[in-house]
């Protein structure tokens, strides 16, 4: 801290420098220079304030002089600043300046803020013009006002009010940025009708969505009949851009949902080609939709989905490690038995009595990475090869 204020402050020796009445020499720190400064100037205003004496007033004069060289010398001797003016960083020095300097209360008043309560039942055209005009706000009433039902996950039919609303006020236009908040709303309250008419609208008059109103439209339309338009909408994506985890997730569990396994694992090595690591929701889902299933390649696949965990080190919640001992156990003609059990610093598991594999490396593995690292990385064969401009 007293280095960033002395820091800050190394501005100020021109000022110094450039006043007659301060005095003072290059062994003064900055710091002291600065409060001399801006005090000293205070003093002279308050010694110096009065009216040019009349030249039959000399001795007056002398006197006040006189007391200015003495308050000068009484300066240079001491480093310590008068307890009438604290140093100006010290506690509750702001406090003191503003009593000193009192500005208009105007200036202290808090800035107005909206006390609009939101609805709790739709309302009517006049109810919404009048909530309007009671809008504080320099933002867009109707942009601020739905997302704080978004905020406070307000019902379906207080936001369907409002859009009708706006339509009436703007020929039946609502914005982009309004429906999509809109479908927000109807996705987490699942209202899967009301996410067919928003999807019909944006349909009808955008040519194309963008990944925020797509990924809610996936979203909202995974659990319906109409789950397949959720793979078109992803489709549409990946001619732009690829797809978020999220949306290969919603697909996924849309396919499983809805039985179409083959859809559900193409799109999972889909996720995979595109070096995303899948949610462990997905994971969970594959597991979950496995139970009770006697299919060895189904079942090759998810201990696929295992060794993909271990190598590269993910590590399953409690939720999805319960979906794993299930499915473990449910396994028709197997006899497999899980239990939660804790690991001894040994590395030995107290269920089983086995020692688990570490995440260390041993010794040898350590030498023979040191080896391969040397050869192949350090040395790696013509030193010069692709540090120089000649072609080959």
Request: include cysteine; aromatic fraction near 10%; charged fraction near 25%.
């Amino acid at each position: 801290m007293m280095m960033f204020c002395f820091t800050s402050i190394r501005s100020f020796p021109k000022l110094w420098k450039n006043n007659p009445y301060l005095g003072g020499g290059p062994g003064h720190s900055y710091n002291s220079l600065f409060l001399k400064d801006y005090y000293g100037i205070r003093n002279q205003q308050k010694l110096f304030s009065l009216k040019t004496a009349s030249p039959q007033n000399t001795k007056a004069v002398s006197l006040l002089a006189a007391k200015a060289r003495y308050r000068r010398k009484g300066d240079e001797g001491s480093n310590k600043v008068s307890s009438e003016f604290p140093h100006l960083f010290a506690a509750g020095a702001a406090k003191k300046r503003s009593q000193m300097n009192p500005q208009s209360k105007d200036h202290a008043l808090p800035p107005e803020r909206n006390i609009i309560q939101l609805p709790t039942k739709p309302l009517n055209s006049e109810q919404w013009d009048k909530l309007k005009e009671d809008f504080k706000g320099k933002a867009d009433f109707e942009n601020w006002i739905i997302s704080q039902m978004i905020r406070q996950s307000s019902s379906v039919d207080v936001a369907k009010s409002l859009l009708a609303w706006v339509a009436t006020k703007n020929n039946g236009i609502v914005s982009y940025n309004l429906l999509v908040k809109y479908l927000y709303l109807c996705v987490f309250h699942k209202q899967t009708s009301e996410v067919f008419d928003v999807y019909e609208i944006m349909k009808a008059r955008y040519k194309s969505l963008e990944s925020g109103g797509s990924t809610l439209l996936i979203r909202g339309l995974i659990h319906s009949d109409r789950w397949r338009e959720a793979l078109l909408l992803l489709e549409d994506m990946k001619k732009v851009m690829t797809p978020s985890i999220k949306n290969y997730n919603d697909c996924i569990q849309g396919a499983l949902l809805h039985q179409d396994v083959n859809i559900a694992w193409n799109l999972y090595q889909e996720l995979l080609g595109h070096n995303l690591i899948p949610m462990m929701e997905t994971l969970k889902a594959f597991f979950d939709f496995g139970k009770d299933i006697k299919d060895d390649q189904y079942s090759n696949k998810l201990l696929d989905i295992l060794l993909y965990l271990r190598n590269n080190k993910l590590y399953p919640g409690e939720s999805f490690a319960h979906s794993i001992k299930t499915w473990f156990e449910s396994v028709p003609g197997e006899q497999w038995k899980g239990q939660f059990t804790t690991i001894q610093k040994s590395g030995q598991c107290l269920g089983c009595g086995k020692t688990i594999e570490s995440i260390h490396l041993s010794p040898e593995e350590y030498e023979f990475l040191k080896r391969k690292i040397m050869s192949d990385v350090i040395d790696g064969g013509d030193q010069y090869k692709k540090t120089t401009p000649q072609v080959d």
